[in-house]
């Protein structure tokens, strides 16, 4: 007999889901089992102020009605840049901008027209501790020199830590994170009691280790950035997100990009796993045998870290496999979804 499991319904709390035609493509998916979800602004040209926000969020209100979808809510971010000014950041806090994403320049896609220096960005992280604005940020270190799998523990040390003691009070969500380094970095840090350290894990980094980009040959839909780690990290990841600490919550980092830009000779980075985001968590917390702790990590502490409520309809999984099609319209190209032509061991019950 098939198990289930009813839950408060999820959100996302890190999501791409571009922009034009793709989004129509993409919104149905992440709809069909979140509530909400914050969107990412690495769009070309990226998304640095409220109006060009506010005009986003237009675009995806309108693929939304579109697609009859009324029960869903994006949640919009900016993207700092080394000109961000506080005046812009107070507009922010003013206009529900749910926070500022850091990307440090040329670590991910999109990411150009990023911060260069962190003290430029000063200014701009001083008013979002002023006005209680998060920094979302994706933590690596983008010297060359630094081999790419340490990328990240070595941010903790340069950049992130620093941050922290620069800025005390400011709210702070260390994204998709991918090591052990990270994951007690968030666990251990003392807030002095308060809600200012958050990190979000993806599906894939809980499923799968660095073996995983070279099954039987290169596999780019495995590529991601942070790239996928070795195995000790994945445990860790896993033992955060199923601990029950409210300070790991789910984000999947759904990162749509046409077949033909993953499958080339200089394939971009990123996992699409919106199409079934909920069943590759559930299928990793089963395998721990932790399901009872799906739901706080889905559905309760990103609402409660955002000061957002939670929802109050639930959602129901059941573990029945379900078989992932080989590819999904993408705007006029496809994409390949994560297990394409596999099966997901749990899905949304019709
Ligand atoms: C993301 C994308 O494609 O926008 N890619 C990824 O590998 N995760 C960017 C990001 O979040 O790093
Ligand atoms: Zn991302």
């Known amino acids: 007999m098939s198990r289930t499991i009813t839950i408060t319904r999820p959100d996302d709390w890190h999501l791409h889901v571009r922009d034009g035609a793709v989004l129509n493509d993409v919104l149905a998916h992440t709809a069909a089992q979140f509530g909400r979800a914050i969107i990412m602004p690495n769009l070309k040209p990226p998304v640095t102020t409220v109006d060009l926000a506010k005009a986003y969020e237009a675009r995806i209100q309108k693929a939304l009605k579109q697609l009859e979808i009324s029960h869903f809510s994006p949640l919009m971010t900016l993207y700092l840049t080394d000109n961000t000014s506080a005046d812009e950041v107070k507009k922010a806090s003013e206009n529900s901008i749910i926070g500022f994403k850091l990307y440090p320049a040329g670590a991910t896609t999109n990411s150009d027209g990023g911060v260069t220096n962190i003290k430029k960005a000063y200014s ?51 994204e998709h994170i991918t090591t052990k380094q990270a994951a007690h970095y968030v666990r251990d840090a003392n807030t002095n009691g308060k809600n200012t350290l958050a990190a979000t894990i993806t599906a894939h ?30 445990i860790a990841l896993v033992e955060m997100a199923t601990s029950g600490n409210p300070r790991f919550f789910l984000g999947t980092d759904s990162a749509p990009h046409p077949k033909g830009e993953k499958e080339s000779s200089c394939g971009c980075a990123g996992c699409y796993t919106a199409h079934n985001a909920l069943g590759l968590y559930a299928e990793a917390f089963d395998r721990v045998g932790k399901l009872d702790r799906l739901e706080g990590f889905a559905s309760h502490y990103g609402a409660d ?3 957002l409520p939670r929802h109050t309809e639930t959602i129901t999984l059941v573990n029945q496999p379900q078989a992932v099609p080989f590819e999904y319209p993408m705007g006029k190209s496809t994409l390949v979804p994560l297990r394409a032509g596999e099966t997901i061991g749990w899905s949304i019950a019709s």
């Open 124 to 174: 701009a992280l001083e008013a979002m501790q002023r006005f209680s604005v998060p920094l979302l940020i994706h933590g690596e270190v983008t010297e060359q020199a630094i081999d790419i799998f340490d990328r990240e523990a070595v941010f903790i040390d340069r950049i992130l830590d620093p941050i922290r003691k620069d800025f005390p009070e400011l709210r702070i969500v260390f």
């Open 205 to 234: 980094h809980l499923l799968m280790n660095r073996n995983s980009l070279f099954t039987g040959g290169i596999r780019p839909h495995h590529y991601c950035l942070p790239v996928l780690k070795r195995e000790e990290h994945r």
């Open 305 to 307: 870290y955002y000061n």
